[in-house]
């Protein structure tokens, strides 16, 4: 029996993408790549799967054929999925490194300078110690991820699918905000509506964060209820094809506590910045420095991270962001380019007391940013009911 297909960009698509890191890689003067990222063996042959956990490679020549290395017990997957990519498994049991080395060497790949991505928070260190030992390579991070920056047009489409996926999210979660109900509860609503729009498996589950919980990031639930005039903030992303679009929004429950106004003016004030500065061949920096003076009256009062926009694009748990090493920050001097998709956290906090703020994810096109949510930046939830 034939195991159906999951194929969600044309052949022509995952081809591009393997010849642009050919000559990435023949520019850097390196022979072979070997990468254990699921983001970025998902954009070079299609792979999809839960498990991001158990080891998996992709070994890529300068020149020659790429191959994608896989435990046996994964293979429906990589049937169901894989494009342009010779899969070879190995059993239970046999050692994954040895395997892939003996493999390579096979094919004549073992030989010149090995590039081995070390830039994957899914690989333990271990794996690439013995990937560096073993085949005698070299580290090297961020060649794919590069590549991954500027989407294509079925790529960007994707990822205007995933952001009315997660307005429906967000906007389930403000429905059901009321005092007297809790965190988890918010965090169902929000939940709910995206299974039943039909998102694929989340890379981080909805982030709800009532009261005080706003003021600490990264907050979880903890059945928090809902008081008056606490802010409920609310983050999260709908997922399409693995793409992501994330969307931060914060509503009080009734009218704002004092001073909550002025951090959703602030965080408004430096959205709209960012989106009216940001244009292909800016520096980031550039734009980067352009938000902070936004935020300069009321820096030295909030807890703020000083990063105005991270990439996104394809995503597995543990989060959504693609490419860690391309913040907008005032120290990263390259460039905007046509077609990079941005989020822009633009959250403020008053340390453990309180926080809010708003985000939007954006594509770059060549007239500048085209945000993709249709909901309002307010703190007040009747704006998102009428």
């Not at 956990?53 to 429906?76: C, N, S, T």
């Not at 960007?156 to 429905?175: N, P, S």
């Not at 109900?181 to 909805?206: C, M, R, T, V, Y």
Request: proline fraction near 6%; charge should be negative; hydrophobic fraction near 40%.
């Amino acid at each position: 029996m034939t195991t159906p297909r999951e194929i969600f960009f044309e052949p022509l698509e995952y081809e591009k993408r393997v010849i642009q890191l050919q000559d990435a890689l023949a520019a850097r003067g390196i022979d072979l790549l070997v990468t254990c990222a699921p983001g970025n063996i998902c954009y070079l042959n299609g792979y999809v799967s839960v498990n991001v956990l158990d080891i998996m490679f992709v070994a890529v020549p300068a020149h020659g054929k790429p191959v994608f290395y896989l435990w046996q017990f994964e293979r429906g997957r990589a049937e169901s999925t894989v494009t342009g990519m010779e899969t070879v498994c190995w059993d239970t049991g046999v050692d994954p490194i040895e395997f892939l080395v003996n493999d390579l060497t096979h094919r004549g790949y073992k030989k010149g300078r090995i590039g081995i991505d070390t830039g994957s928070t899914h690989t333990s260190f271990d794996t690439v110690q013995q990937l560096l030992s073993h085949l005698e390579g070299q580290p090297t991070k961020g060649i794919v991820e590069k590549l991954r920056l500027v989407k294509s047009a079925a790529e960007q489409q994707y990822v205007r699918e995933a952001a009315a996926l997660t307005d429906t999210g967000v906007k389930a979660a403000i429905t059901a905000i009321d005092v007297g109900k809790d965190d988890h509860e918010i965090g169902q609503a929000a939940g709910s509506a995206l299974l039943k729009n039909k998102s694929e498996f989340l890379a981080l589950e909805p982030i709800i964060c009532v009261g005080w919980r706003s003021g600490a990031p990264h907050s979880p639930r903890g059945g928090t209820q809902v008081e008056p005039g606490d802010p409920v903030f609310i983050e999260l992303s709908g997922v399409r094809a693995r793409y992501h679009s994330p969307l931060m929004r914060t509503v009080s429950a009734g009218p704002p506590r004092d001073g909550l106004q002025e951090l959703a003016d602030y965080s408004n004030a430096c959205v709209e910045k960012i989106v009216d500065t940001i244009i292909p061949g800016i520096p980031a920096c550039d734009v980067a420095i352009a938000a902070r003076e936004v935020l300069t009256p009321i820096r030295d009062k909030i807890a703020f991270h000083d990063l105005y926009a991270y990439p996104v694009g394809i995503g597995f748990p543990p989060n959504w962001i693609e490419n860690p090493a391309f913040y907008l920050s005032v120290d990263n001097q390259a460039c905007i380019e046509a077609g990079m998709v941005f989020h822009l956290p633009l959250t403020l906090r008053v340390l453990g007391e309180y926080g809010a703020g708003f985000s939007e994810t954006l594509i770059v096109t060549e007239n500048g940013a085209e945000t993709l949510s249709t909901l309002p930046r307010s703190l007040h939830r009747g704006d998102f009911l009428s």
